[in-house]
């Protein structure tokens, strides 16, 4: 590396530390205005009458598609014991799952408001001993190591995944799971359109 372009990494690194600082600021405000209705997308209902329609129509068969593939591949994987991560966890579906499958789960996720939903959701599943979340922006803060790391429903809404990706990969020491969730391309059309209506970042 030349001593030019040294200083150019340099200029350019507290850039990249500030667009992903900023993109996960705006989706922790998109999210948190939501949270509730993001949730009952499983039901297919909303208290909100447009969030309602994109959890009747769209959410409610991708997140359990998603979440059956994710249970599917967690089974296969024998994770009893093992110590699993998820990035961006939500709600805390798939979380909960890897806990019902033996796991010791940690969830973390930006929006308080899914955090305390997350809670909910393992104590009702009998799993909080086996589970736990907290709010945390994984992209700019370091990342603890785990078996298997998950990442559901994530990597789209950053933009430097070449970035991040590389400390993701770092943290894992068996398996790591990204799952992409845009669909077909109208249901990302359709995406594009709701991110641009509701001022967030999708890539």
Not at 65 to 91: H, M, N, P, Y
Not at 174 to 190: C, H, K
Request: aromatic share 10%; hydrophobic share 40%.
């Amino acid at each position: 590396m030349t001593p030019d372009s040294h200083a150019d990494s340099s200029h350019t690194q507290p850039v990249a530390d500030a667009v992903l600082r900023d993109e996960a600021e705006i989706a922790k405000r998109y999210f948190g205005s939501f949270a509730d209705d993001y949730h009952r997308a499983f039901e297919g209902t909303g208290r909100h009458p447009l969030h309602a329609l994109i959890n009747s129509i769209f959410r409610r068969k991708t997140f359990e598609r998603r979440t059956d593939v994710v249970r599917a591949w967690l089974a296969t994987f024998d994770i009893k014991g093992k110590q699993v991560l998820e990035l961006g966890c939500g709600s805390g579906e798939v979380s909960v799952v890897a806990a019902q499958l033996g796991a010791r789960v940690t969830g973390l996720d930006i929006v308080p408001e899914m955090i305390e939903i997350a809670r909910t959701g393992a104590r009702t599943a009998g799993v909080s001993e086996h589970a736990s979340f907290r709010v945390a922006n994984f992209a700019n803060e370091s990342i603890e190591s785990a078996d298997i790391v998950m990442m559901v429903g994530v990597i789209e809404y950053y933009r430097d995944i070449d970035r991040l990706l590389p400390r993701v990969c770092a943290a894992t020491r068996e398996r790591l799971i990204i799952v992409d969730t845009r669909g077909p391309w109208w249901r990302r059309q359709l995406r594009y359109a709701l991110a641009t209506f509701k001022h967030f970042h999708l890539y």
